[in-house]
């Protein structure tokens, strides 16, 4: 029998360097997960986020050029499936 292995993709956007590098080694160190990037500010997230396509983001809320609320609207609106 064969069973296909699922990944699930993660991107971060957190702008505290420490928080961020945290999840990210939490994530990278837990079967069945990818980082596949972290963001520290909205800007960043709305290149790299379409780019990548992950399944899932991690949100801050304050970031420091955008509310993270309002750039999750921006990717919503790039990549509906995205949660």
């Not at 999840?23 to 709305?46: H, K, M, N, Y």
């Not at 992950?54 to 990549?79: A, F, Q, W, Y």
Request: aromatic share 6%; glycine share 2%; proline share 7%.
């Amino acid at each position: 029998m064969f069973f296909q292995f699922v990944m699930t993709r993660i991107a971060i956007v957190e702008d505290n360097a420490d928080i961020r590098q945290s999840l990210s080694e939490w994530i990278a160190a837990t079967p069945g997960f990818q980082c596949v990037c972290a963001c520290p500010d909205a800007r960043t997230a709305l290149t790299e986020v379409p780019r990548l396509k992950p399944d899932v983001v991690l949100m801050d809320i304050r970031l420091p050029d955008e509310s993270g609320i309002v750039c999750t609207s921006h990717l919503k609106n790039l990549l509906p499936e995205l949660q």
